[in-house]
């Protein structure tokens, strides 16, 4: 099936419409042998033969995906005890070369990236990037106006771990019945470990999002789906891996 070669290089990860046009200009991209510079030029990616500077190139769809992890599954892609969230997987993903974008704990629910991009991975999880993530807990004691009060502030400040180790400042904000707490960190067991440090419990944990990329609220526990062609590019660009259009 033929395809266009900016929507081919699209789905490879190089990035936007824009970018893509800067490649075929200032690199050299051959289709059987021919440069190539017309964005628009259809090409067979199952039979065509490409090169990219001279090196043999060979097309490797990019794959997007956002699940709901449930409970009781680990983040991980291989376990010899638990359910990953590869596991979850149903075709045409099932067998892919995608993985977990991060971590959450085995009882920590919500909002999980899996893909095959290895450049935006790191940069999603690299401190030096401050990719925001927010979490939703149910706390075993209540919180009053004035805890709360004092909970923000403490958060805000950043708060040291009795290993030394100080969490850069975190938002803390009352979501209904639940507190919700943003976090540019991904330390083992952070926010569980912020609460204990305030002298209270984490009894339930949601991620609802991460950078621009949300939770979709209709996605059930244990579901995946891909995500659209502008949330890709959003989280391509709060990383600095396209340029904005």
């Known amino acids: 099936m033929k395809s266009r070669v900016d929507k081919l290089l699209a789905g490879a990860g190089f990035g936007s419409r ?3 046009k800067r490649v075929l200009r200032e690199r050299t991209f051959c289709v059987n042998g021919v440069p190539c510079r017309d964005p628009s030029f259809h090409v067979d990616p199952e039979h065509d033969q490409f ?3 001279g090196e043999n190139w060979a097309f490797r769809a990019r794959i997007y995906l956002m699940l709901n992890k449930p409970a009781g599954v680990v983040t991980s892609t291989a376990d010899p ?6 596991d979850l997987l149903e075709e045409p993903w099932r067998g892919s070369d995608v993985f977990p974008v991060g971590r959450l704990d085995i009882d920590t629910r919500g909002l999980l990236l899996l ?4 450049a935006l991975a790191h940069r ?3 401190p030096k990037t401050g990719v925001e993530k927010k979490y939703l807990a149910d706390l075993e004691l209540p919180v009053d106006d004035d805890l709360f009060a004092e909970y923000a502030r403490r958060f805000s400040e950043g708060v040291a771990f009795h290993n030394g180790h100080n969490c850069l400042p975190a938002k803390l904000e009352r979501a209904s019945k639940r507190l919700a707490l943003t976090i540019e960190e991904g330390k083992y067991h952070q926010v ?3 609460f204990r440090v305030v002298g209270n419990r984490v009894i339930g944990l949601e991620r609802v999002s991460m950078g621009p990329l949300v939770l979709d609220p209709g996605l059930p526990p244990g579901a995946v789906r891909e995500l659209t062609a502008d949330v ?3 989280l391509l660009e709060a990383v600095g891996l396209v340029d904005p259009e």
Do not use: A, F, P, Q
Request: aromatic fraction near 0%.
């Open 81 to 86: 005890v638990h359910r990953t969230v590869l």
């Open 51 to 53: 090169e990219l500077d």
């Open 115 to 118: 893909t095959n991009d290895g």
């Open 124 to 126: 999603l999880t690299s």
């Open 18 to 20: 824009r970018d893509i």
């Open 192 to 194: 569980k470990k912020m």
């Open 232 to 234: 890709i590019t959003g």
